[in-house]
């Protein structure tokens, strides 16, 4: 259950939520399961909070600190987090379709199976993230930063990636069926096993890239970089 004398504070507005912050520095807030749907927390300092199973829907978390917070199974669904420091947060099964988190910082945050269909995150800050079979179907990726992230079995169906850093990423067993990859960085990536039908990779830089087992069928590799990359047992 939640402190209630913590919802409260923050229920009173952000001047409250400031003031209460400030008296209890070492206080790790407790949210969980509370409603704070359609609330505007812009720029709040809501880091290593515990909200685990509360309700957000639409609430407005742009330019909030929720680093190290515990968001597991929350609901998201359509909040603005743009540009949000998140950070080593933890979203296992949460919901965020909808979402704009454009711009936001997810550094090594765990987001293992959660809901991200339809998200924005373009120019997001994802290197070292954990999105292993997060559903990422038609979200907006372009120019994201990724290098490094653990991408195993997600599903990226239609998705925009264009310009997207996933150097060094694991993409084993992904599905990019029709996605936009034109121009990404790709750089010693593991797409072993991974469907890029009808994925355009135009101009993508796959060099170093493991492609073995991957089906390429329909995909566009018009001027995309190859050097170096493993293609054993891929198909077209």
Known sequence: MANREHVLALQEGLIAWK?????????????????????????????????MGAVLRGSILSGADLG??????????????????????KFEGANLSGADLS?????????????????????ADLSGANLAGSDLSASDL????????????????GSDLSGADLSGSKLVRSKLRGANLSKARLTDADLSGADLSGADLSGANLA????????????????AVLDGAKMNDFGF
């Open 68 to 89: 190290r917070s515990k968001l597991v199974s929350a609901d998201l669904s359509s909040a603005k987090l743009c540009g949000a420091e998140l950070s080593e947060a």
């Open 103 to 123: 711009g936001a910082k997810l550094v090594a945050a765990e987001l293992k199976g959660a809901d991200l269909r339809s998200l924005s995150i373009r120019g």
């Open 19 to 51: 003031r209460w912050r400030a008296s209890n520095p070492q206080v790790r807030p407790d949210f969980r399961g509370s409603d704070l749907s359609g609330m505007d927390l812009s720029g709040a300092r809501l880091q290593g909070a515990n909200m």
């Open 208 to 223: 170093g890239a493991d492609l073995s087992r991957a089906n390429l069928g329909s995909a566009d590799l018009e001027g």
């Open 142 to 157: 372009r120019g994201a930063v990724m290098r490094g992230a653990d991408l195993r079995g997600a599903k990226l169906v």
